[in-house]
């Protein structure tokens, strides 16, 4: 697996476009552990005494990457909650994704959207 580090702040310098969707959601620990799973770092079945050491470290991190995307204010940087209602949250992501209000409310109408 081979990561990449990108400086948030190459995109704004160097006239690069960057654009962030960010799904503001209860980052609990079924969502967490699921996280992990999926990006490797933990595989099914894994003693629970890793998980469990793992992840205030991850909660840490995503809630800090987080936090650098909002302040670094980048003008094209979008913010979704998920505890707002589906119209609050239909134009920032229909001018995320370049689509029509309609479309953006169909997607946020989807069930799993904001679960693991």
């Known amino acids: ?30 969502y967490l552990i699921g996280h992990v799973q999926r990006t490797g770092f933990i595989v099914e079945g894994s003693p629970k005494e890793v998980t469990q050491r793992l992840l205030p470290t991850l909660g840490q991190d995503v809630l800090h990457e987080h936090h650098q995307i909002i302040d670094a204010q980048f003008p094209q940087s979008y913010q979704i909650y998920e505890e707002v209602a589906l119209v609050e949250n239909a134009v920032p992501l229909a001018e995320f994704l370049s689509i029509s209000i309609e479309k953006a409310r169909a997607i946020l109408a989807l069930d799993h959207l904001f679960s693991d």
């Open 1 to 30: 697996m081979n990561f990449i580090k990108i400086n948030l702040a190459d995109g704004h310098f160097i006239g690069g476009i960057f654009r962030a969707m960010l799904m503001m959601c209860q980052f609990n620990e079924t």
